[in-house]
């Protein structure tokens, strides 16, 4: 099939690379906030695994092309938009670009997280001239590639059999393992994408709560938590608390959701509570190393182990460490921070900030004359560390794990004074 792909979001680079690595001939269309030129040098898309080897693939192949408009009388089958929410007057645009040609039987995949209904709008853009389904992009940052090459679950809001047919049709390759797909209405399969993200927005901001009440009772909120996931109704998943959620994606979609309650009219107390749980979260240890010192931070070098949203990821994006990072500069306290990935994007965030901020390329180089250490993103690299090493580092031997990584009593073991999120442990002596 001849597809078109609009938009710089990680979505659209992993589409773009899943689909003309099939047979299909692929036209990518980069969005002018992001053109091809940066799109290709950004960080988060060159450490996404297998994505721009893909691609580069794709381009030496020539079945992609990278286009600066569209061309006149592009013919296309697919048009997949894939934009920010920011950009949906750009893809009103395009749907009405004249250099576009519809076939008799083009389909319009609205892979973006627009409000709900803006598939059926944009179809109407297009004159009927082709069927709108939505595919809500459900990738994992980190994992794209295998999110979209192994999907395990694709929402497809479709009402139109011919046009379910063609998108099946566009992505059988991904679809063989099992049936993948979830059917349902267009604004159902809308929903449902914010709907999801809002859930399990809930159970983590609830289960932080938890923490917080554990804490003031001295409970270890570990023992609460896999008593909770024993339950056959409750499970596991997104049950562990820390120190706040952030992502491009994510935190958006909530966002979203909260707009779509109050244009429906239906003002959310829950959601509102989620979101306020979590900003309040991003400075849970802030708090703690306030309460630690009793308000005397000036002057204090503080070390963080982490900066990206999650591991796997270089973007920083509503990221728990741009709140923290902020309430420790704000009381005179130097920082020094290591992330295997994002520190790029964090600099740029920050700007030139040589008093308050040093980079360092190694975890133990933060630590070295830090008088505390922050565990703030757990990357795989933080969770065995050399604790007798980092115990001779610290000045006031205390760490601060803001994703509950450690085992408390261990660390006590080793000299050190453990605060977690609803966890603490202190060593017998010091």
Same mark, same amino acid.
């Given at each position: 099939?001849? $597809?078109?792909?609009?938009?710089?979001?990680?979505?659209?680079?992993?589409? $773009?690379?899943?689909?003309?690595? !099939?047979?299909?001939?692929?036209?990518?269309?980069?969005?002018?906030?992001?053109?091809?030129?940066?799109? /290709?040098?950004?960080?988060?898309?060159?450490?996404?695994?297998?994505?721009?080897?893909?691609?580069?693939?794709?381009?030496?192949?020539?079945? &992609?092309?990278?286009?600066?408009?569209?061309?006149?009388?592009?013919? !296309?089958? !697919?048009?997949?938009?894939?934009?920010?929410?920011?950009?949906?007057?750009?893809?009103?645009?395009?749907?009405?670009?004249?250099? /576009?040609?519809?076939?008799?039987?083009?389909?319009?995949?609205?892979?973006?997280?627009?409000?709900?209904?803006?598939?059926?709008?944009?179809?109407?853009?297009?004159?009927?001239?082709?069927?709108?389904?939505?595919?809500?992009?459900? &990738?994992?940052?980190?994992?794209?590639?295998?999110?979209?090459?192994?999907?395990?679950?694709?929402?497809?809001?479709?009402?139109?059999?011919?046009?379910?047919?063609?998108?099946?049709?566009?992505?059988?390759?991904?679809?063989?393992?099992?049936?993948?797909?979830?059917?349902?209405?267009?604004?159902? %399969?809308?929903?449902?994408?914010?709907?999801?993200?809002?859930?399990?927005?809930?159970?983590?901001?609830?289960?932080?709560?938890?923490?917080? /009440?554990?804490?003031?009772?001295?409970?270890?909120?570990?023992?609460?938590?896999?008593?909770?996931?024993?339950?056959?109704?409750?499970?596991?998943?997104?049950? @562990?608390?820390?120190?706040?959620?952030?992502?491009?994606?994510?935190?958006?979609?909530?966002?979203?959701?909260?707009? !779509?309650?109050? %244009?429906?009219?239906?003002?959310?107390?829950?959601?509102?509570?989620?979101?306020?749980?979590?900003?309040?979260?991003?400075?849970?240890?802030?708090?703690?190393?306030?309460?630690?010192?009793?308000?005397?931070?000036?002057?204090?070098?503080?070390?963080?182990?982490?900066?990206?949203?999650?591991?796997?990821? %270089?973007?920083?994006?509503?990221?728990?460490?741009?709140?923290?990072?902020?309430? /420790?500069? %704000?009381?005179?306290?130097?920082?020094?921070?290591?992330?295997?990935?994002?520190?790029?994007?964090?600099?740029?965030? $920050?700007?030139?900030?040589?008093?308050?901020?040093?980079?360092?390329?190694?975890? @133990?180089?933060?630590?070295?004359?830090?008088?505390?250490?922050?565990?703030?993103?757990?990357?795989?690299? @933080?969770?065995?560390?050399?604790?007798?090493? &980092?115990?001779?580092?610290?000045?006031?031997?205390?760490?601060?794990?803001?994703?509950?990584?450690?085992?408390?009593?261990? $660390?006590?073991?080793?000299?050190?004074?453990?605060?977690?999120?609803?966890?603490?442990?202190?060593?017998?002596?010091?």
């Amino acid at each position: 099939m001849r $597809v078109l792909l609009y938009g710089s979001e990680l979505s659209t680079a992993t589409a $773009v690379a899943a689909l003309s690595s !099939v047979g299909h001939v692929v036209a990518w269309l980069p969005h002018g906030d992001t053109p091809w030129s940066t799109l /290709l040098n950004e960080d988060w898309l060159r450490r996404e695994p297998q994505l721009v080897e893909q691609i580069q693939q794709a381009l030496e192949s020539g079945a &992609l092309t990278v286009i600066a408009q569209p061309e006149t009388h592009l013919a !296309v089958d !697919v048009l997949w938009l894939a934009l920010s929410p920011s950009q949906r007057e750009s893809a009103a645009a395009l749907l009405q670009h004249p250099a /576009l040609r519809w076939q008799t039987d083009s389909i319009l995949v609205n892979n973006s997280t627009f409000p709900v209904g803006d598939t059926e709008r944009l179809q109407r853009l297009t004159g009927e001239c082709a069927v709108g389904v939505a595919l809500p992009d459900t &990738l994992e940052e980190g994992r794209a590639w295998a999110s979209f090459t192994r999907p395990g679950r694709w929402l497809l809001g479709c009402d139109d059999q011919l046009a379910e047919q063609k998108l099946r049709e566009l992505l059988r390759a991904f679809n063989r393992r099992r049936d993948a797909f979830q059917v349902m209405p267009t604004r159902a %399969a809308e929903l449902t994408k914010l709907a999801i993200n809002g859930m399990l927005a809930t159970r983590i901001s609830y289960m932080n709560e938890i923490a917080g /009440l554990a804490d003031t009772l001295g409970v270890d909120v570990e023992h609460v938590r896999q008593g909770m996931g024993a339950d056959s109704r409750i499970g596991y998943e997104y049950l @562990y608390p820390g120190c706040g959620f952030g992502g491009p994606s994510f935190s958006r979609d909530l966002m979203r959701l909260a707009d !779509v309650q109050v %244009a429906s009219g239906r003002q959310s107390a829950l959601l509102e509570h989620v979101l306020d749980i979590n900003e309040q979260k991003k400075e849970t240890l802030f708090r703690k190393l306030w309460s630690y010192y009793g308000g005397a931070l000036e002057g204090k070098t503080i070390a963080i182990w982490g900066a990206a949203f999650k591991p796997g990821t %270089a973007r920083i994006d509503h990221a728990p460490v741009l709140t923290l990072l902020n309430a /420790l500069w %704000a009381q005179g306290v130097h920082v020094k921070l290591h992330d295997p990935a994002a520190t790029p994007a964090l600099m740029a965030a $920050v700007g030139p900030r040589n008093d308050l901020v040093t980079f360092v390329d190694n975890p @133990y180089d933060a630590c070295e004359d830090a008088d505390a250490l922050m565990l703030v993103t757990e990357w795989k690299i @933080y969770w065995n560390p050399d604790w007798k090493h &980092l115990a001779s580092q610290l000045g006031d031997k205390l760490i601060l794990d803001g994703r509950n990584i450690y085992d408390p009593e261990f $660390v006590a073991s080793c000299g050190l004074q453990y605060r977690g999120i609803g966890r603490r442990a202190d060593p017998t002596s010091l």
